[in-house]
Protein backbone atom coordinates (compact mmCIF):
# COMPACT_ATOMS: atom_id res chain seq x y z
CA UNK A 1 0.00 0.00 0.00
CA UNK A 2 2.64 1.90 1.04
CA UNK A 3 6.61 2.09 -0.22
CA UNK A 4 8.83 4.21 0.59
CA UNK A 5 12.21 4.17 -1.03
CA UNK A 6 15.76 6.14 -0.14
CA UNK A 7 13.74 9.01 1.63
CA UNK A 8 15.49 11.83 2.56
CA UNK A 9 14.82 15.45 3.86
CA UNK A 10 16.90 18.16 4.59
CA UNK A 11 16.82 21.36 6.42
CA UNK A 12 19.38 23.43 5.20
CA UNK A 13 22.53 21.73 5.44
CA UNK A 14 21.52 19.28 8.16
CA UNK A 15 20.27 15.95 7.50
CA UNK A 16 16.74 15.01 9.08
CA UNK A 17 16.07 11.41 7.36
CA UNK A 18 18.43 9.80 5.76
CA UNK A 19 17.88 6.79 3.49
CA UNK A 20 14.47 5.91 4.98
CA UNK A 21 13.07 2.97 3.24
CA UNK A 22 9.95 1.23 4.77
CA UNK A 23 6.65 -0.67 3.75
CA UNK A 24 3.10 -0.73 4.72
CA UNK A 25 0.70 -3.35 3.73
CA UNK A 26 -2.82 -2.87 2.68
CA UNK A 27 -5.00 -2.97 6.12
CA UNK A 28 -1.63 -2.94 8.40
CA UNK A 29 -0.33 -1.49 11.42
CA UNK A 30 2.88 -0.21 11.10
CA UNK A 31 4.58 1.55 14.33
CA UNK A 32 7.54 4.04 13.72
CA UNK A 33 9.38 4.00 17.29
CA UNK A 34 12.20 6.18 18.05
CA UNK A 35 14.16 9.10 20.67
CA UNK A 36 13.38 12.39 20.77
CA UNK A 37 15.15 14.06 17.63
CA UNK A 38 15.01 10.65 15.70
CA UNK A 39 13.05 12.32 12.47
CA UNK A 40 9.95 10.61 13.11
CA UNK A 41 7.86 13.72 12.81
CA UNK A 42 9.63 14.58 9.94
CA UNK A 43 9.17 11.34 8.46
CA UNK A 44 5.24 11.41 9.24
CA UNK A 45 5.01 15.15 7.32
CA UNK A 46 7.01 13.72 4.89
CA UNK A 47 4.82 11.12 3.64
CA UNK A 48 2.04 13.91 3.57
CA UNK A 49 3.38 16.68 1.75
CA UNK A 50 4.41 18.98 4.20
CA UNK A 51 8.13 18.49 4.51
CA UNK A 52 9.81 17.96 0.68
CA UNK A 53 11.60 15.12 0.20
CA UNK A 54 15.33 16.03 -1.36
CA UNK A 55 15.72 12.65 -2.63
CA UNK A 56 14.19 9.12 -2.58
CA UNK A 57 10.60 7.78 -3.52
CA UNK A 58 6.97 7.83 -1.71
CA UNK A 59 4.40 5.41 -2.99
CA UNK A 60 1.23 4.84 -2.95
CA UNK A 61 -0.89 2.11 -4.61
CA UNK A 62 1.31 2.09 -7.06
CA UNK A 63 1.24 5.63 -7.50
CA UNK A 64 4.60 8.19 -6.89
CA UNK A 65 3.34 10.78 -4.86
CA UNK A 66 6.43 12.52 -3.90
CA UNK A 67 6.51 15.20 -5.99
CA UNK A 68 2.70 16.28 -5.54
CA UNK A 69 1.83 19.31 -3.79
CA UNK A 70 0.94 18.76 0.18
CA UNK A 71 -2.97 19.90 -0.47
CA UNK A 72 -3.14 16.26 -3.03
CA UNK A 73 -1.88 14.23 -0.49
CA UNK A 74 -5.37 14.35 0.77
CA UNK A 75 -6.79 13.37 -2.41
CA UNK A 76 -4.24 10.12 -2.82
CA UNK A 77 -5.98 8.98 0.02
CA UNK A 78 -3.68 9.97 3.05
CA UNK A 79 -4.71 11.98 6.51
CA UNK A 80 -2.78 13.17 9.30
CA UNK A 81 -3.38 13.47 12.53
CA UNK A 82 -0.12 15.64 13.77
CA UNK A 83 1.54 16.67 16.70
CA UNK A 84 -0.52 18.75 18.77
CA UNK A 85 -3.46 18.22 17.44
CA UNK A 86 -3.97 22.04 15.48
CA UNK A 87 -7.52 22.70 15.83
CA UNK A 88 -9.26 25.49 14.93
CA UNK A 89 -9.65 26.45 18.68
CA UNK A 90 -12.33 29.37 17.96
CA UNK A 91 -14.35 27.06 15.88
CA UNK A 92 -16.85 24.03 17.27
CA UNK A 93 -16.40 20.34 17.12
CA UNK A 94 -18.85 20.10 14.47
CA UNK A 95 -16.96 22.75 12.19
CA UNK A 96 -13.56 21.17 12.97
CA UNK A 97 -15.19 17.95 11.88
CA UNK A 98 -16.31 18.65 8.60
CA UNK A 99 -13.40 20.23 8.14
CA UNK A 100 -11.83 17.22 7.50
CA UNK A 101 -14.61 16.47 4.19
CA UNK A 102 -13.78 18.98 1.78
CA UNK A 103 -12.99 16.87 -1.02
CA UNK A 104 -16.01 16.07 -3.26
CA UNK A 105 -16.03 11.87 -2.02
CA UNK A 106 -15.25 12.90 1.03
CA UNK A 107 -18.38 15.80 1.22
CA UNK A 108 -20.96 13.56 -0.38
CA UNK A 109 -20.32 11.23 2.69
CA UNK A 110 -19.99 13.35 5.02
CA UNK A 111 -23.24 12.56 7.65
CA UNK A 112 -22.18 9.00 7.29
CA UNK A 113 -18.55 9.81 8.10
CA UNK A 114 -20.12 12.15 11.32
CA UNK A 115 -22.41 9.29 12.72
CA UNK A 116 -19.17 6.72 12.22
CA UNK A 117 -16.92 9.68 14.37
CA UNK A 118 -19.31 10.02 16.99
CA UNK A 119 -19.72 5.84 17.51
CA UNK A 120 -16.15 6.01 17.38
CA UNK A 121 -15.80 8.80 20.26
CA UNK A 122 -19.43 9.17 21.91
CA UNK A 123 -18.09 11.77 24.29
CA UNK A 124 -18.04 14.12 21.24
CA UNK A 125 -22.03 14.05 20.65
CA UNK A 126 -22.75 16.49 23.42
CA UNK A 127 -19.89 18.41 22.15
CA UNK A 128 -20.71 19.26 18.41
CA UNK A 129 -21.41 23.25 19.44
CA UNK A 130 -18.43 23.61 21.96
CA UNK A 131 -15.70 25.71 20.69
CA UNK A 132 -12.48 22.81 20.31
CA UNK A 133 -10.76 24.98 22.86
CA UNK A 134 -13.29 24.27 25.48
CA UNK A 135 -12.51 20.74 25.08
CA UNK A 136 -10.21 18.63 27.64
CA UNK A 137 -6.83 17.69 25.75
CA UNK A 138 -8.19 14.24 25.36
CA UNK A 139 -11.32 15.36 23.93
CA UNK A 140 -8.92 17.27 21.32
CA UNK A 141 -7.41 14.23 20.49
CA UNK A 142 -10.37 12.44 19.51
CA UNK A 143 -11.62 15.70 17.80
CA UNK A 144 -8.23 15.54 15.71
CA UNK A 145 -8.78 11.64 15.03
CA UNK A 146 -12.03 12.14 13.86
CA UNK A 147 -11.15 15.10 11.65
CA UNK A 148 -8.99 13.04 9.71
CA UNK A 149 -11.32 9.79 9.60
CA UNK A 150 -13.78 12.66 8.06
CA UNK A 151 -11.26 12.57 4.91
CA UNK A 152 -12.40 8.80 3.85
CA UNK A 153 -8.87 8.30 4.39
CA UNK A 154 -7.07 4.66 3.04
CA UNK A 155 -3.70 5.42 5.28
CA UNK A 156 -4.14 7.08 8.25
CA UNK A 157 -0.95 8.86 9.59
CA UNK A 158 -1.00 9.38 13.43
CA UNK A 159 2.22 11.60 14.95
CA UNK A 160 2.57 11.20 18.64
CA UNK A 161 -1.55 10.32 19.70
CA UNK A 162 -0.63 9.82 23.25
CA UNK A 163 1.37 12.78 23.71
CA UNK A 164 0.30 14.84 26.68
CA UNK A 165 -2.27 12.63 27.66
CA UNK A 166 -2.88 10.36 30.95
CA UNK A 167 -2.93 7.07 30.81
CA UNK A 168 -6.47 6.15 31.14
CA UNK A 169 -7.30 8.31 28.00
CA UNK A 170 -4.15 6.97 26.41
CA UNK A 171 -5.63 3.60 26.44
CA UNK A 172 -8.83 4.62 24.85
CA UNK A 173 -7.26 6.19 22.47
CA UNK A 174 -5.14 3.50 21.48
CA UNK A 175 -8.45 1.29 21.59
CA UNK A 176 -9.61 3.60 18.97
CA UNK A 177 -7.10 3.34 16.69
CA UNK A 178 -7.09 -0.55 16.90
CA UNK A 179 -11.34 -0.29 16.25
CA UNK A 180 -9.57 1.72 12.95
CA UNK A 181 -7.56 -0.30 11.57
CA UNK A 182 -10.10 -3.04 12.05
CA UNK A 183 -12.46 -0.88 9.71
CA UNK A 184 -9.49 -1.60 6.99
CA UNK A 185 -7.98 1.62 7.47
CA UNK A 186 -4.33 1.31 6.94
CA UNK A 187 -2.36 2.88 9.92
CA UNK A 188 1.12 4.23 10.41
CA UNK A 189 1.59 4.90 13.72
CA UNK A 190 4.71 7.52 15.55
CA UNK A 191 5.19 6.98 18.98
CA UNK A 192 8.29 7.47 21.62
CA UNK A 193 6.29 5.23 23.91
CA UNK A 194 7.52 1.98 22.72
CA UNK A 195 6.20 -0.64 24.55
CA UNK A 196 2.71 1.06 23.94
CA UNK A 197 3.34 1.39 20.13
CA UNK A 198 4.69 -2.66 19.39
CA UNK A 199 1.64 -3.73 21.68
CA UNK A 200 -0.24 -2.31 19.21
CA UNK A 201 1.32 -2.55 15.89
CA UNK A 202 1.54 -6.18 13.13
CA UNK A 203 4.93 -4.92 12.69
CA UNK A 204 7.29 -2.32 13.66
CA UNK A 205 10.70 0.34 12.27
CA UNK A 206 13.10 1.47 14.83
CA UNK A 207 14.11 5.35 13.77
CA UNK A 208 17.16 6.99 15.47
CA UNK A 209 19.12 10.01 13.98
CA UNK A 210 17.14 9.86 10.82
CA UNK A 211 17.88 6.17 9.66
CA UNK A 212 15.73 2.85 10.32
CA UNK A 213 18.39 1.14 12.58
CA UNK A 214 15.73 -2.21 13.35
CA UNK A 215 12.41 -3.41 11.55
CA UNK A 216 10.51 -6.51 12.84
CA UNK A 217 7.79 -8.00 14.30
CA UNK A 218 7.30 -6.35 17.74
CA UNK A 219 7.83 -9.48 19.56
CA UNK A 220 11.01 -9.81 17.88
CA UNK A 221 12.12 -6.44 18.75
CA UNK A 222 11.05 -6.60 21.84
CA UNK A 223 13.27 -9.33 22.29
CA UNK A 224 16.64 -7.87 21.06
CA UNK A 225 18.94 -6.74 24.01
CA UNK A 226 19.45 -3.73 22.23
CA UNK A 227 16.22 -2.42 21.75
CA UNK A 228 15.16 -3.17 25.93
CA UNK A 229 18.15 -1.07 26.83
CA UNK A 230 17.46 1.98 24.40
CA UNK A 231 13.87 1.91 25.18
CA UNK A 232 12.70 -0.07 27.56
CA UNK A 233 14.84 0.87 30.53
CA UNK A 234 15.77 -3.34 30.90
Request: contains cysteine; charged residues 25%; proline residues 5%.
Amino acid sequence: MLDVQGLEVWYGAAPALRGVSLTLRAGELLAVVGPNGAGKTTLINALCGIERARAGRIVVDGVDVTRLPSHRFCAAGIAIVPEGRRLFIAMTVRENLELGSHLPRARAERAESLAAALELFPALREKLASPAGELSGGQQQMVAVARALMARPRLLLLDEPSLGLSPLIVADMFDAVRRINAQGVSVLLVEQNVEVALSLSDRAYVLEEGRIVAEGEPDELLARPEIQRAYLGV
